[in-house]
C-alpha cells in the first residue's frame, strides 16, 4: 500500500472484474440467508483490498450465536473497497479503488441473484481512488474520490445500470496536517434530507454541503459551503444519531469525535469534540470508522494503532462519555458494522486478515468477543 496508516488506498492498477457463483436461498429484502441446522444465518457482504491474497466481494455468515462461517467469492474485482445496497436491495454497488489509464477510479454495479453478485455495468467513479459510495432513495449514486478531492453524482436506473457521471464537485484548499497538503475526500452523506448531500473532506480539514437538482442532474453548492473541524483533525466519516439533529464526525488524525449540531434556524454548528484513546496512551494512532446503535444511547469508533473499540454513551443534548474501549483482537480496524437487530458488532481488521464477532450489551454498550475467522484484506462489512 501506498499511503500513511488510515489514508485510501492509492495505487496504479487497470480494472477488471469476473464474476462466479452458485445458488442458495434469498430473503424477501435481497439480503443472502443459508440454511444451516435449521437455523437462518445472517450473510453480508465483505470489501477487500486486492493486492494480496483476496480476489474481490466475499460473503460471511453470522449465526443467532454470533459464530461467523465464510461462504465464497460473489464477484472478482479490482478493490472493492466500500459497498452499498440499493433501496430495493436489489443491486449491490461497489467503488474500485484504483486510478486507472484515464486517472480515474470506477463504481461498479451488480444484481444480487440468489448467492452470486451478476454485474450489471461499471462507470467511472469521476476521480482518482473512490473510497465511498452512498445511494439515497431516488437511486442516486455519490461518490467520494480520495486522490483527486472531488465527489461524482451517478444515478441508478430501475434496471440496476449506472449512468455515466452527472456532475462532480471539485473541493479546494488544504489543511496544516502533513496529510491535508490537498483535498481528500473520504465520504458522502445524504443529510438532512435525500437531496442534500454533506461530503467529509480528509485534506481541506472541512464538511462540504450540496444538494441535488433533480430537474437538472447537477450539485448545487449550498451556504455555506463549507464548515471547517479543529486545525489538523483530517474528518474521515461521519454518524446521524437517530434524532436527526446530531451528527458525530470521526476525525482520523486527531483519533477525536467532534458533535455537530443542526436545526433550521442556525444550520450546521461545531459543538464538543472528544479524545477517542486512553489518556495514557501516546502511541501512533488514526480514528477510521464510527456508528451510533439503533437506539440511539451508544456510539462506537475504530481506532487503528491502539487496535480498539472505542464504547460511548450519548448523554443529554448529545454529549459522549467514554464506557470503555474493547481490543479488537487484530491490527488495522478500518471498517466494522452492527448487526442488523444491534446484538453484534463486527469488526474488518485490514492488516491481520480477520473478522471478529463481539456481542452487544444493550444495557450497558459493552462488548464480549464471541468469534474470529480470517478473510483476505478486509475493509468492508455490509449487512
Sequence with gaps: M????????????????????????VSDKGALKKVSG??????????????????????????????????????????????AFSKDRKFLLAVNEIKNEEGVG????????????????????????????AVNDLNYVITANYSSGNTGLLKLNDNGNLSEVLDTQQHTGKGSHKRQDAPHAHSVWFYPSQMDVVAVDLGTNQLWFSSID???????????????LNPGDGPRHL???????WIYVLNEL???????????????????????????????????????????????????GHNSIVIYEIRDHGELIVVGHEPVRGDGPRNFSLSPDGSFLLVAN?????????????DTGLLEFVDEIQAPNPVCLLF
Design 254 to 304: 486527531s483519533s477525536t469525535v467532534t458533535l455537530i449540531t443542526h436545526d433550521e434556524p442556525d444550520g450546521f454548528v461545531k459543538a464538543k469534540s472528544t479524545s477517542m484513546l486512553p489518556n495514557d496512551f501516546n502511541k501512533e494512532n488514526t480514528g477510521a470508522d464510527i456508528h451510533i446503535s439503533n437506539d440511539g444511547r451508544f456510539l462506537y469508533a475504530s481506532n487503528r
Design 106 to 133: 470506477m463504481v461498479s454495479s451488480f444484481k444480487i441473484q440468489g448467492d452470486s453478485l451478476v454485474l450489471i455495468n461499471q462507470q467511472s467513479s469521476a476521480g482518482a481512488h473512490p473510497c465511498f459510495i
Design 38 to 83: 435449521g437455523t437462518d444465518n445472517l450473510v453480508f457482504y465483505v470489501g477487500t483490498y486486492t493486492d494480496g491474497e483476496s480476489q474481490g466481494i466475499y460473503t460471511y455468515a453470522l449465526n443467532s450465536d454470533g459464530e461467523l462461517e465464510k461462504l465464497k467469492l460473489v464477484a472478482e474485482s479490482d478493490n472493492p473497497s466500500y459497498l
Design 2 to 25: 501506498v499511503f500513511s496508516i488510515g489514508s485510501c488506498k492509492e495505487k496504479n492498477k487497470s480494472q477488471t472484474t469476473e464474476i462466479k457463483g452458485s445458488s442458495q436461498n
Design 239 to 245: 454518524a446521524i444519531h437517530p434524532n436527526k439533529k
Design 214 to 228: 433533480s430537474s437538472s442532474n447537477t450539485l448545487q453548492t449550498k451556504s455555506p459551503e463549507t464548515l471547517g
Design 350 to 362: 485490514q492488516h491481520s486478515n480477520n473478522i471478529i464477532s463481539f456481542k452487544r450489551d444493550s
